[in-house]
């Protein structure tokens, strides 16, 4: 190695003042660690975390009893009390419950004609269905269901003797047919209440097994 270029070197070795961990500044030593760039694609995860922690904390309250009131955020419109949930409707200013409610029974006619209320559901059903099969073996069968909207929708089926021959009604959500054809009993909804639904049998006879399905 030539004089002028040992000098050099001396020289370059003495100006060097950073390791390669460390960098000296004004304020003194600080690690090369301690100042590299944020990764914007961690950064960015790491926010959408948070935000998803939050939305779930929003959206999963479980209140001590039905919610009232305006929500104070987006992320306040959906409750939950007593295993249901709750959506505020804007339209309105008012909390609908959105889960599913369902309930099963069976009835037979009451005996004598007039009204007939199923209680006990523990809400107010938006739609009910009702199977109903005559007790005579040899008797017809019907399916009926009714809403507000489109009231009874009923269609159903007898043998006549030689034939199964096929029926419908919109005045009627129960129909049990004897064998041959005649009408033994008849039903209609008279309304959905807040804890069940009420028929009126307008004939009655032949204790048909019915078994409801009532849906909120």
């Keep these: 190695m030539s004089l002028q270029a040992e000098e050099n070197l001396n020289k370059l070795e003495s100006e060097v003042k950073v390791s390669d961990s460390d960098k000296e500044t004004d304020a ?52 939950i009390y007593n295993g249901a949930f709750y959506i505020y409707d804007n339209s309105t200013g008012s909390w609908l419950s959105a889960s599913p409610q369902y309930a099963t029974g069976t009835l037979t006619d009451s005996g004598g004609t007039g009204n007939h209320a199923i209680t006990g559901l523990g809400f107010q059903p938006k739609m009910i269905s009702i199977y109903t099969q005559e007790a005579n073996t040899d008797g017809g069968q019907s399916w009926g269901s009714y809403t507000t909207t489109n009231g009874e929708q009923m269609t159903g089926k007898f043998w006549d003797g030689s034939n199964w021959t096929s029926f419908s009604s919109t005045v009627n959500i129960i129909r049990s047919i004897l064998s041959g054809g005649g009408a033994e009993s008849l039903a209609s909804v008279v309304s959905l209440d807040s804890d069940g639904f009420t028929i009126n049998w307008s004939l009655v006879g032949g204790a048909p097994q019915c078994i409801w399905q009532a849906y909120a």
């Design 28 to 79: 003194g030593v600080i690690s090369t660690e301690d100042s590299l760039p944020i990764n914007p694609l961690l950064e960015t995860q790491n926010q959408n975390q948070n935000q998803q922690i939050r939305d779930i904390n929003g959206f999963v309250e479980t209140l001590s009893s039905t919610p009232t009131g305006d929500p104070k955020s987006f992320y306040g419109q959906v409750k």
